[in-house]
């Protein structure tokens, strides 16, 4: 791997995705249109396609994501995209590439649910990407860039992810995400896509045997050693962890938020930072493996606030890692309505209260 | 299963060098190892067997790359198509089948099928319908026959609940997408020999690029329809063919 | 104090708001400066306003929505009627008072900046112009962006590099800016 700089230009956050697939040697892309996502179809459309790349609208969320997985079977770098009850539909596909350790990313800038619900921004697919999402036991890595920037960085990384565990890689996103535009530094990098794949894709059993790529373990005891195997590949992943603090070293209260609402509630720390509050925030970048561990730390000298734009989701996850230590509390904004800065500002001065009551 | 012939037998023809060998699980009586040993027998003769990648399905088939010795990847319920789309598209430089029965094809893969086809993917797709799900026990196919009985249409099939079977080779000829699309059965030797030349004008559809290929095999299911193998046999030359007639319905392969 | 400023661009669709939102982000950040643009999403949709946020600084951005805009640009009465009550105490406001009634910036404790300008763009020419009259007349009263910054970057925003178009263009932003200087 190698980089250089590219140019800088002012560009929506699902162009940022796109550009980075693009950047890293995206070979295959296969979507359906749906919004607030289309953008990076339309993109790629007509990017990838002059990069001699393969372009395919497919005729549902389902044909998209399996089409994914016969790409990703020969080994390509390959992308879908699409919103939340789109990728409610993908979860099939999703489910066979995980139990076939196909590597694969997949883009959700999430809307408003159940349902049809709307085309807000929402973070409410939390539990559905970190989960799993499909059928059986297992889980994909998930990344959430709050940036137009980080969009880029993190769909380069998502390929690198996924191409490392074998696994499909999804990046969270909303529609403040997708719509926003920020300066975009792109830079160069040169995947080796030549021979990451070369010791198991599918080509055509010329001078080796021949090559099954399937997730179907019927016999005795089979399925139950694939299971542990892949809960192995689980706990590997913690090793790319990855979070952004800020104003830890001395906070009281630590506020747990990511993606678009990570860098909302950051604006509002600062004010509160400003005012002689001593308040810290933690965001997630990888929301699973999840930092367990840091917050679990922090929970030490901390007391906590999740803050997510949905009705609480990621808070179980906080509450889980500072089990027996702290609690977390929650402040959430229903999917459906837009989260500023402000309205964060009294439920974090609450547990600020609470902390010097309890002092 | 041994590759020597004893003292007192000789070779009379030996199995592809692109089957495994391996024992097929079928029932007795049933149509699709005959139709594996032609799917592997074409591949042979066309010297592909290096350079395939097969997509399974799920059903009765759904090991069929136990039998059939190259690359393969299995595709979730219906959706042999699109990965074979996905196959074909990373790896235009190779040759793509896929293999599905009726249930998965017809029913849950049907918007699979039709729009590969449509989108002129140059993949072959080997469909054999025995009007029934096989692996899961005789259920109630969108291929099963008026008034045929099964375990989800005990009073047999109604037209006006169930509507009437679809004859997808024809679905598939009208679509401009398609190169070749035939029906042909494995219950006569000389059926068998036709099937195995439609067999043959699909894999020539692909390796031309000239679109999409399909083969629909009719085909014997002795367990699910309660008959001896004999008798399954008869009642694919006699009733199956009546209303799924066996024919080339597009053929533009140069 | 590090430099800060947001805007929210608001009124009917088809009036260009979002192109003189696009128009600042640039030139903000050809400035060098951090800069972030957010179209109006979803519900805000609603209620006969089209708009989006701008928000520029020195610093790293955290939010790029803004409930209280320190500055606000009103195409309409709709958009006066929304964004009004959320401008910021000691906010600029830039009025489109060829469709806003100058009435219902009386007795506004605000600092108003009324411009005419579907009138001042119809007199260069061309009504649709009225979103560079009140781009022009927005980077006079802020004084955060030069207006050359903002013209220098038409052509990259508009993808266009008909010269006539452009010139055409940079009157009407400068129509809205010495409208500014005469009011002031």
């Not at chain 2, 679905?171 to 494995?186: C, D, K, M, N």
């Not at chain 3, 939102?21 to 179209?39: D, F, H, I, K, R």
């Not at chain 3, 946020?53 to 640009?73: A, R």
Request: hydrophobic share 40%; glycine share 10%.
């Amino acid at each position: 791997m190698s980089s250089k700089p590219g140019p800088i230009s002012l560009t929506k956050g699902n162009e940022a995705i796109a550009k980075g697939a693009l950047a890293a040697g995206l070979h295959c892309y296969f979507a359906y249109p749906i919004t607030p996502q289309s953008d990076i179809p339309e993109y790629l459309s007509k990017h990838l396609v002059e990069r001699g790349g393969e372009f395919i609208q497919a005729e549902s969320e389902i044909a998209s994501v399996n089409m994914l997985l016969g790409a990703a079977a020969c080994g390509k770098r390959a992308m879908t995209s699409s919103s939340s009850p789109g990728i409610a539909l993908k979860q099939e596909g999703i489910s066979y590439m995980a139990g076939s350790e196909l590597p694969a990313v997949i883009v959700n800038i999430s809307r408003g649910g159940p349902g049809l619900g709307s085309i807000d921004p929402s973070q409410g697919d939390y539990y559905q990407a970190t989960r799993g999402g499909g059928h059986g036991d297992y889980r994909t890595l998930v990344l959430a860039p709050s940036t137009c920037q980080e969009a880029y960085d993190l769909t380069i990384r998502a390929f690198e992810l996924a191409f490392y565990h074998r696994n499909p890689v999804v990046i969270l996103g909303d529609a403040i995400l997708g719509q926003m535009k920020e300066p975009l530094k792109e830079w160069e990098y040169q995947p080796n896509t030549e021979r990451e794949a070369a010791d198991w894709a599918l080509s055509g059993a010329k001078d080796r045997p021949s090559r099954l790529i399937k997730s179907l373990y019927l016999a005795d005891e089979a399925l139950a050693g694939h299971n542990e195997r892949l809960q192995a590949k689980h706990e590997r992943m913690r090793q790319d962890l990855d979070w952004e603090e800020y104003a830890t070293e001395d906070s009281e209260v630590l506020v747990v938020a990511f993606g678009s609402v990570g860098r909302i509630a950051k604006s509002s720390v600062r004010k509160l930072r400003s005012q002689g509050y001593r308040v810290g925030l933690l965001r997630p970048i990888t929301l699973f493996p999840f930092p367990e561990e840091r917050i679990r730390e922090l929970a030490w000298s901390n007391r906590l606030i999740t803050i997510e734009n949905n009705t609480g989701q990621m808070v179980d996850d906080v509450r889980l890692a500072a089990r027996n230590v702290a609690d977390s509390a929650f402040f959430g904004v229903s999917p459906g309505r837009l989260p500023s800065p402000e309205d964060f500002l009294q439920p974090i001065l609450e547990v600020w209260e609470q902390e010097e009551a309890r002092k | 299963m041994s590759g020597q012939p004893q003292a007192d037998e000789r070779v009379a023809f030996a199995l592809p060098r692109t089957m495994t060998g391996a024992s097929l699980h079928f029932c007795p009586g049933c149509h699709h190892g005959i139709i594996h040993r032609l799917v592997g027998e074409c591949l042979e003769k066309n010297n592909l067997g290096e350079s395939t990648i097969c997509v399974g399905s799920v059903g009765c088939s759904v090991f069929i790359y136990n039998y059939i010795d190259v690359d393969a990847v299995e595709a979730p319920h219906g959706r042999a198509p699109a990965v074979a789309t996905g196959v074909k598209r990373a790896r235009p430089d190779r040759f793509v089948f896929g293999y599905q029965g009726d249930g998965d094809l017809a029913a849950i893969g049907f918007s699979e099928i039709m729009h590969c086809a449509n989108r002129g993917e140059n993949v072959t797709i080997v469909f054999v319908n025995n009007t029934v799900f096989g692996m899961t026990g005789g259920q109630m196919a969108p291929t099963t026959l008026v008034g045929q009985r099964t375990t989800t249409s005990p009073g047999g099939r109604n037209m006006n609940t169930d509507g009437a079977p679809l004859n997808m080779s024809e679905l598939i000829a009208s679509l401009e997408g398609t190169a070749f699309s035939a029906r042909v059965a494995v219950n006569s030797i000389k059926n068998i020999k036709q099937g195995k030349k439609a067999l043959q004008k699909a894999y020539r559809a692909q390796s031309g690029e000239q679109g999409f290929s399909f083969i629909e095999f009719l085909s014997a299911c002795p367990t699910n329809w309660k008959m001896d193998p004999l008798q399954a046999n008869e009642h694919v030359g006699q009733t199956l063919v009546q209303r799924f007639p066996l024919g080339v319905f597009k053929d533009i392969v140069e | 104090m590090a430099l800060y400023t947001d805007v929210i661009i608001a009124g009917f669709g088809g009036q260009g708001v979002l192109l003189v939102g696009n128009m600042l982000a640039y030139s903000a950040m050809q400035e060098g400066l951090q800069v972030t643009y957010m179209p109006v999403y979803g519900v805000e949709m609603r209620g006969g306003t089209a708009n989006c946020t701008v928000v520029i600084s020195e610093e790293e951005i955290g939010s790029p929505l803004v409930m209280y805009p320190h500055s606000l640009i009103i195409m309409n009465q709709p958009s006066l009627e929304k964004f009004r009550p959320r401008l910021k105490e000691g906010g600029v406001q830039i009025v489109n008072t060829s469709i806003v009634p100058q009435s219902l910036l009386d007795g506004d404790q605000a600092r108003s900046v009324p411009v005419p300008a579907n009138d001042l763009a119809n007199e260069l020419g061309n009504p649709k112009m009225a979103n560079m009259v009140v781009l022009g007349a927005w980077v006079e009263a802020t004084g955060i962006l030069s207006l050359e910054r903002v013209k220098q970057g038409l052509p990259q925003v508009l993808g266009k590099s008909d010269e006539r178009i452009i010139q055409a263009n940079h009157r009407a932003m400068q129509a809205g800016a010495d409208r500014v200087r005469e009011y002031a």
